[in-house]
């Protein structure tokens, strides 16, 4: 394959949605790729208000016939309606820690202030810091260490301060 091959190659990879080329020939191989944009580490919008409350079970057998041995979670609970929830901005995979012999960026009681990094998502080889944008204290971490999430999936709630 001579030079002019090669750059009628590489024009016509340019103008098409290919990603990579490889050709292979007597004389030899040639791999042509198309360069990527670098990806942008964005914060997570915080504008919505979680408001989901907790259920108990409808089942006969385990709904509580005394006062005494009714379940009592929700008066160690805060109120659901003022949560914030910080979501995920990117597909990818959620870290709590930067690095695995490192302590949690956030955990439940942690004040966090915009700006302040409360977890990392690695997307295609890149790992990206995730910011708060509110202030207030994290009552929950609503996604496991190691776990795959999806864009916008609900990874904190905060209690603003």
Known sequence: MDLKQIHELIKIINKSN?????IEDKDGKV??????DAPVTVAAPVH????AAPTLPSTPAAAPTT???APSPAPAAPKADNFITIKSPMIGTFYRRPAPDKPLLA????EVSPGKVVCIIEAMKLFNEIESEVKGTIVKVLVEDASPVEY???LFLVEPA
Request: aromatic share 4%; net charge negative; no cysteine.
């Open 18 to 22: 290919i990603g990579e080329i490889s």
């Open 31 to 36: 791999t042509i790729k198309q360069k990527e």
């Open 48 to 51: 919505q208000v979680y408001t």
């Open 67 to 69: 006062p005494a041995a």
């Open 107 to 110: 955990d439940v009681g942690t």
């Open 152 to 154: 916008d999936q609900p």
